[in-house]
């Protein structure tokens, strides 16, 4: 299974990347490295958890940027794509 992938925010790129943590009640520890910082979630079972991990990698990669409506959606299947 791929554990990294990588998607790009109004011109961002952000590389995405998981890791098997046993001691996570998710099972998994997903960091995103935007230009700016990195994240990290390890709460992705919760779903209030996880749609601000991708609030959070959107705000960090473009600011105030408009977006695109698809963004948020295309964030989460770049995560899901290396967790399942």
């Not at 961002?12 to 994240?39: E, M, Q, Y």
């Amino acid at each position: 299974m791929n554990t990294i992938t990588e998607i790009t925010i109004n011109g961002k790129l952000v590389d995405i990347k998981s890791k098997r943590t046993d001691n996570c009640i998710s099972g998994w520890s997903v960091i995103a490295f935007t230009p700016h910082c990195s994240i990290r979630c390890t709460r992705l079972h919760d779903q209030n958890s996880f749609d601000a991990f991708v609030e959070a990698i959107i705000s960090a990669a473009v600011g105030d940027a408009d977006i695109d409506i698809c963004t948020p959606k295309k964030v989460r299947e770049a995560i899901e794509s290396i967790i399942d």
